[in-house]
């Protein structure tokens, strides 16, 4: 019975952790199926994830760098890009795929070259830490960058709604942020 109590008192605390900041707007708090459910599945070539990128009329194509080590990337798997608002925003708005910046698979990247995932990381995007969420346009153009875990599902929309309206333009993100903080 003891036992019991300890994993009831352990669900609870696990639940609480991973529940949301008060002051969202978005229900952020239910969870979909799987993180993993965030990225689409790829074969590797850059060039076709444009294509459809244009095809289905998106704002972009979203890559996350991550690595197989890092605490942030995990943290924003299961606590950011597993709630369900999160994935049905970036899912109507973007393509999303997941690149380790220290794999040896191969891709193709924006300009055709067969590259491997490390070398598109460190050389072309210049990926020094993880997480880094970059957005491109539908021509393969880096138009926004984000490196860090957010803090909440919240702040990931809002990194969301800084690159589809175009507010990536004028204005940083850190400085949008602030003025669209919940009062």
């Known amino acids: 019975m003891k036992f019991f109590s300890l994993s009831l008192a352990a669900l609870v605390a696990i639940f609480l952790a991973f529940t949301p900041q008060r002051g969202i707007a978005m229900d952020t708090s239910m969870l979909a199926e799987s993180p993993e459910e965030f990225f689409h599945v790829s074969f590797g070539d850059l060039q076709e994830e444009l294509e459809i990128v244009q095809d289905e009329a998106k704002s972009g194509l979203l890559v996350m760098f991550e690595t197989k080590d890092c605490p942030w990337c995990v943290r924003m798997k299961h606590t950011v890009l597993n709630r369900q ?17 220290e794999g040896e698979v191969m891709i193709t990247d924006f300009d055709g070259n067969d590259v491997t995932t490390r070398e598109f990381s460190l050389k072309a995007m210049r990926v020094r830490a993880t997480p880094v969420f970059a957005f491109f346009d539908d021509e393969g153009e880096l138009i926004a960058r984000y490196t860090g875990a957010l803090k909440n599902a919240h702040d990931f929309l809002l990194l969301g709604r800084y690159v589809v309206d175009g507010h990536y333009k004028s204005i940083r993100f850190s400085k949008f942020r602030r003025e669209n903080q919940p009062s």
């Open 85 to 101: 608002a999160v994935q049905d925003y970036y899912h109507e708005n973007f393509r999303i795929l997941i690149m380790d910046a």
